[in-house]
């Protein structure tokens, strides 16, 4: 996952908290310096490369139809107006990770909030905070489907719920493994959806090509016990069979799974159980 060490005034790493009670904060397009849109070039068009053949065709629709290029950082104003059209949704700047509770209600309310920093050119690999990178090249795309629309709304709505009934862990995880890091099923073989691969050189190759992780069929309960490694690469990934799967996700009832789920040990990120649909079966070897 690309993470780096940013100014003590991004979001709440660095202890910094905005005037608005929602963390929105101005874009400031104007302000974005010569150096920092050439960063913003050089990961774009390095990722370009990357992703081809091993980003799934959803996310590759999606990134076609939106001002989003190697020429600059993109204007959220832009991108919200491209987005509304289609989903219903806009892009609001924020400094950085924002708490829970403010993450929740503006995806409930349709509000995509996005990192407005962009990371030092020197350390393009590794960030604390997601960035405007991360966020615009990684996650916006595919909020051009209607389905992980959808999803997203629906997630920020769990999320709110989730937090108040002490379960968050739980739902965290089904964000992780889909929206950051999934993997789905597509055209006879396995391609990315997750942003945190997507906007990421390394895991891109990685998360579909090295024979270290699991890769394994989606089961939310499975998915749910599953913890994950936020320092480093995922030990697996799991495999959706289609984006379209996010819908039922996106109209299911969590309470009883909850209810299931509690008691139940927690699975550890590069187990394989007896009843896995195992996709590739790993190594291991990185991460030893």
Known sequence: MDTQTQP????IVGGYVPDRPDWTIPQNWDA????EHATWRTLFERQMQTIRGRACEEY????SQLPITAEAIPDFDALSEVLYRRTGWTVV?????????????HLANRRFPAGQFIRDGRELDYLVEPDVFHDLFGHVPMMMNPVMADFMQAY???????EKLGVLDRLARLYWYTVEFGLVEEAGGVRIFGAGILSSFTETQFALESPSPNRIGFDLERVMRTVYRIDDFQEGYFVLPSIDTLLGLAQKDFGPIYEALAGLPDLTPGRIEATDRVFHRGTGNYHR
């Open 156 to 162: 920020g709505e769990g999320g709110l719920r989730a």
């Open 93 to 105: 700047a924020v400094p950085g990770m924002v708490p829970n509770d403010i993450f929740f209600d």
């Open 8 to 11: 003590a005034r991004h979001g």
């Open 60 to 63: 590759m629709d999606g990134l």
């Open 32 to 35: 974005y310096t010569a150096t």
